[in-house]
């Protein structure tokens, strides 16, 4: 049987996973979900066991097969040998490393040194895969906006994909020096990046706008050219992210921390929703899941919706230490509350409606205490961000980034229950963020730059700077285009043209 997709918006149009794939939104804005995700299990659960038994890519296998199901166990098999390879740096691929008296699940040993690259080099596989049973080969454009890291992981994983393209927008002056020279230096053939004059969230939307966009659609396809997302929006991100919550499990259970059936507890760095929501499929697929805590930074409009069941996003936007979560409009949200409300349609339209033209919503009571039941949630400012970041350097001697930093302040602000094992997922690489890890570690890193700032971490650390960090000093700056939020559509078409003309 095969697992159906439909909008969260409207059930009655339902679209296979490849479909789903190829499209990233669907049509009416909605984002896709499926509801063999809930009404599956309780006739067919995952099995734990068998689970605890496999390796990363028999996980894979098994979560694959379950949420991708018009995929033939051959082509899931293909994906996975070519997402999860030798260019991660350990073949556990998210390794489970003790922090203190809770876990630390590091989901950065791949390309681009960031936890997306996990979702990223599996969605060009999956999409490629897609694209072949399509009835029409178009070609696909990829379009994104990045608050940083998903910029990167795109690129790399869709650089040189036949029949792909891809266009990145990053805010000019918002994410990192490490990440901007990540991005203007990716190689390819088929890569397009540009800087916006505007936060993330305005690249998100004007993103959704051109995706929405009638008269490009129609000029795209006159030239056999598709647009899609590589956002956290896309089924193909999603699913690959549930395989680390079901690993971090097996290797709690292979440390003898737990034993099968034990409940576990996840806290998760959160901006965009996409990484926590993961943690609720996993949960709605029999993963023993005792509560998600969602760890935000300034920005705590998700801190304030689990808390009071008001979602605001008029509020100042805050630029912190941890660029990747600047975030006001968290998408993914909206899966969680069409699962929340037990797939009504109508009710996350008005809630989507409402964001839209008031800027705030409000879910009923019942809903509210369902979240509660499994979301928790916390925040940390940038001094506590920086304060975690020494305190569990001197006291562990483990080297955290700005982001997980976050998470670790937030899962410390629980009080730990007995027999549950406590989980903090790690988003990213110390040294992508070198000059605030430097800072909260109490150096003076005045006139130094980027590199000055990796090679000063190193120094004074001696944890290992990520070669493909190290050598961005070396590599040639390709792009170095920037527009306007309102040039932003003609950007797309033109890099659309020159891609596959
Ligand atoms: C993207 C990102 C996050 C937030 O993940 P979401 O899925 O958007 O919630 C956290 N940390 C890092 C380092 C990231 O790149």
């Given amino acids: 049987m095969s697992s159906l997709y439909h909008s969260t918006r409207n059930m009655s149009k339902s679209v296979t996973s490849k479909q789903a794939i190829l499209a990233g939104l669907a049509a009416d804005g909605g984002l896709y979900v499926s509801d063999a995700l809930t009404n599956k299990n309780a006739d067919d659960p995952i099995d734990l066991t068998a689970i605890c038994h496999e390796d990363y890519h028999g996980i894979a296998r098994t979560i694959l097969s379950r949420l991708l199901s018009d995929y033939s166990q051959d082509e899931i098999e293909h994906c996975i040998e070519a997402a999860y390879g030798p260019h991660f740096d350990t073949s556990a691929i998210t390794p489970l490393v003790p922090l203190g008296n809770d876990w630390l699940l590091e989901l950065w040993h791949g390309p681009t040194c960031a936890f997306k690259d996990v979702a990223l080099q599996m969605l060009p596989r999956l999409m490629a895969v897609a ?185 100042p936007f805050k630029r912190t230490i941890s660029p990747s979560m600047d975030i006001l409009v968290s998408s993914n949200l909206e899966r969680l509350l069409y699962y929340l409300s037990d797939g009504d349609c109508s009710y996350v339209s008005q809630l989507m409606a409402r964001l839209s033209t008031e800027g705030s919503y409000s879910v009923s009571d019942d809903l509210l205490k369902r979240l509660k039941k499994t979301f928790a949630c916390g925040k940390a400012d940038d001094d506590q961000t920086r304060e975690t970041i020494r305190n569990v350097w001197e006291t562990d001697h483990m080297l955290l980034d700005t982001h997980t930093a976050v998470a670790a302040h937030v899962l410390s602000q629980f009080q730990r229950t007995p027999g549950i094992a406590r989980v903090c997922l790690s988003t990213a690489n110390p040294y992508k963020f070198s000059a605030d890890v430097l800072k909260a570690l109490g150096s003076d890193v005045s006139g130094l730059d980027g590199f000055g700032c990796m090679d000063m971490l190193h120094e004074k650390t001696g944890v290992p700077v990520p070669p493909q960090l190290f050598e961005l000093r070396d590599l040639p700056k390709r792009h170095l285009d920037l527009c306007k939020r309102d040039e932003m559509s003609d950007f797309v078409e033109k890099s659309a043209k020159r891609i596959f003309s």
């Fill in 131 to 315: 694209r072949k049973d399509a009835e029409t080969a178009d070609n696909v454009m990829i379009v994104c906006a990045t608050s940083g890291d998903t910029g990167k992981a795109a690129l790399e994983g869709f650089a040189n994909v036949e029949g792909t393209g891809v266009t990145v927008f990053y805010p000019a002056g918002g994410v990192s020096d490490i990440q901007h020279l990540q991005m203007v230096t990716q190689r390819g053939e088929n890569v397009s990046v540009c800087g916006i004059n505007g936060n993330f969230d305005d690249a998100q939307t004007q993103v959704k706008r051109i995706f929405s966009d009638p008269m490009l659609k129609e000029r795209l396809a006159d030239e056999k050219i598709v647009l899609s997302s590589a956002n956290s929006i896309n089924v193909g991100r999603l699913v690959p992210q549930v395989v680390y919550y079901f690993s971090a499990y097996a290797q709690l259970v292979a440390a003898g921390s737990i034993n099968i059936g034990d409940e576990v507890e996840y806290c998760v760095p959160t901006g965009n929703f996409g990484d926590v929501l993961a943690g609720y499929y996993a949960k709605l697929l029999g993963l023993p899941v005792a509560r998600l805590i969602v760890a935000s930074n300034a920005n705590d409009v998700l801190t304030e919706f689990i808390s009071t069941g008001t979602y605001d996003r008029r509020r």
